[in-house]
């Protein structure tokens, strides 16, 4: 839920932390009559609508906007130059002689190429180690996690916290983790609250203009 204050919109929780402060407070100052927090509810619900919009609460502020976003019902492919007919749908497949299913998708594309994220979101891991090697995490819409993973490189100056959006640059292909030996490729993967999700739909769905995953 939202309120306004001052024509600002910010979320119902921050209301309640604010107003519970702010009644403490009182309560430690030794203010015991109702009406003492009338004022200083005010105060505050406005105040907090006017924090809640300034430079320093901007990441909060987009995780929380984007968190609320419904889940995609198609996507982009993330590698650039790449057209969704070309990637195989290999969703399930053994791997490790059976012991896991892939849980994503691999798109080829010469060592370098470009990767961009697939939608909006957070950069919630930039890291290097394990099966994926060198890869990028982002938290989108619904809390959905999309995983990159492979790459040869990371995009300059790209961190945690960061806010990206669809086509922002992520890093490169590539064939670290246990894709060295493979041809280069992109690992991507996509978790939501109940586990992997197939990407290839989304992606078939982006070629075509339509989707048709529900929230």
């Known amino acids: 839920?939202?309120?306004?204050?001052?024509?600002?919109?910010?979320?119902?929780?921050?209301i309640a932390a604010l107003g519970l402060a702010g009644v403490l407070l009182l309560q430690q100052l030794g203010?015991?009559?109702a009406w003492a927090y009338v004022p200083a509810g005010a105060v505050l619900w406005w105040g907090g609508g006017w924090l809640w919009q300034q430079p320093l609460m901007d990441r909060p502020r987009r995780l929380w906007q984007i968190t609320r976003m419904d889940p995609p019902t198609a996507l982009p492919v993330p590698?650039?130059?790449v057209a969704a007919r070309r990637i195989a749908d290999t969703w399930g497949a053994a791997r490790d002689?059976?012991?896991?299913?892939?849980?994503?998708?691999d798109i080829f594309a010469p060592r370098g190429t470009p990767v961009r994220s697939s939608t909006v979101g957070i950069v919630t891991a930039v890291r290097d180690g394990g099966l994926g090697?060198?890869?990028?995490?982002?938290?989108?819409?619904?809390?959905?996690?999309?995983?990159?993973?492979?790459?040869?490189?990371?995009?300059?100056?790209?961190q945690t916290g960061?806010?990206?959006?669809?086509?922002?640059?992520l890093g490169f292909v590539g064939t670290t983790g246990n894709a060295q030996?493979?041809?280069p490729h992109l690992h991507y993967g996509i978790y939501g609250a109940d586990g992997a999700l197939n990407p290839w739909p989304l992606l078939r769905?982006?070629?075509?203009g339509a989707g048709s995953r529900k929230p």
């Open 1 to 14: 839920a939202l309120f306004y204050s001052g024509g600002l919109q910010w979320p119902m929780f921050g």
């Open 31 to 33: 203010v015991r009559r």
């Open 79 to 81: 590698v650039e130059g």
């Open 97 to 105: 002689g059976g012991a896991r299913g892939h849980e994503g998708v």
């Open 133 to 158: 090697g060198r890869q990028v995490w982002v938290l989108g819409p619904a809390r959905e996690r999309h995983y990159y993973a492979h790459l040869d490189d990371w995009a300059p100056g790209l």
């Open 162 to 169: 960061d806010v990206v959006q669809p086509g922002t640059l």
């Open 181 to 183: 030996g493979t041809p």
């Open 205 to 208: 769905a982006g070629a075509q």
